[in-house]
């Protein structure tokens, strides 16, 4: 019996520290691993939500709508020129001979911009709320606009596009906001801002505006929502160092009293077993004869 118990305890205890130092061993590795770091360029396909405002400011709601845009990876290397922008596609020339002729028809009163969101406090944000006003020499116009981002000084990447609106002369009243939530493929860095301006008939380019022209649209810090995630802080109460090795030894002391418990059981029951099965012993067998004599 004795031998048997023996053979069960080297074996649970071997096991036990083939655990242990499985454990222990898995700990090692996931502290060893590196953490990720910073992104450079991203596959990642850009999407965001935007809401439009047109006349009224930010306290209106007049045409208030709702579009999803979705756009290929963000661009992050090479010069930042217009040619990726709906300017630049334009015939050879005719954008140069519209730039210089539009600062005579049209021209921005003002762009403004107010980043919010910020779910992780980290200074970067996923929300975009930008109001521009767009003047001209004309009784009225139709136009519309396209919004580009440029992330670190990189190439022009396209991220909204404005409903067709109209604008009235030099009035303060046809304002326009576009507030936009970066849901996906924005790195976490600094971004300029560019505003280019279109005839709403035939698509011709009309202005723009950009950082050149303001630092309102200059370095602005942010990331999309994805990479906007709240910080989880996990509190642990510990009593000394040891990590996540003190908790593999407090599991497996636990597994090997629990055991303790079990073969303790086990041991007085059998026990119990071979004192019924076994002869009684020579001492015993003398009393009891006695005591059938003296019956």
């Avoid at 935007?50 to 845009?69: F, Y």
């Avoid at 009035?171 to 801002?193: A, K, R």
């Avoid at 990331?223 to 996540?244: F, L, T």
Wanted: overall charge negative.
């Amino acid at each position: 019996m004795s031998t048997k118990i023996g053979k069960v305890l080297r074996n649970t205890k071997f096991h036990l520290v083939i655990i242990g130092l499985s454990a222990m061993g898995a700990s090692g590795v996931s502290v060893a691993d590196p953490a990720p770091g910073p992104t450079g360029a991203t596959e990642e396909v850009r999407s965001s939500i935007t809401l439009h405002r047109v006349r009224g400011g930010r306290g209106s709601t007049t045409m208030l709508r709702e579009t999803t845009e979705d756009y290929g990876p963000l661009l992050t290397t090479g010069e930042r020129i217009k040619v990726g922008t709906q300017s630049g596609l334009s015939k050879p020339g005719l954008a140069d001979v519209l730039e210089k002729s539009s600062s005579l028809d049209f021209w921005f009163y003002e762009a403004d911009v107010i980043l919010y969101n910020d779910d992780d406090n980290d200074g970067f944000y996923h929300g975009i709320d930008l109001l521009f006003d767009v003047d001209t020499n004309f009784l009225s116009a139709d136009i519309f606009a396209v919004l580009y981002l440029s992330f670190e000084g990189g190439p022009w990447n396209e991220y909204a596009a404005t409903e067709d609106f109209t604008i009235f002369g030099s009035s303060g009243g046809d304002e326009y906001v576009i507030e936009t939530e970066l849901m996906s493929g924005y790195l976490t860095g600094s971004y300029d801002l560019l505003i280019e301006v279109f005839d709403a008939y035939d698509g011709t380019y009309l202005t723009s505006f950009g950082p050149d022209e303001t630092s309102e649209l200059a370095y602005l810090p942010l990331e999309d929502y994805n990479r906007d995630a709240p910080i989880e802080v996990v509190v642990v109460h510990h009593h000394g160092g040891g990590g996540a090795i003190d908790q593999w030894f407090l599991s497996a002391l636990v597994m090997l009293l629990v055991f303790g418990a079990i073969m303790k059981i086990w041991r007085r029951r059998n026990d119990a077993l071979v004192r019924i099965d076994s002869e009684a012993p020579c001492w015993q067998s003398s009393v009891d004869q006695k005591q059938r004599l003296q019956k």
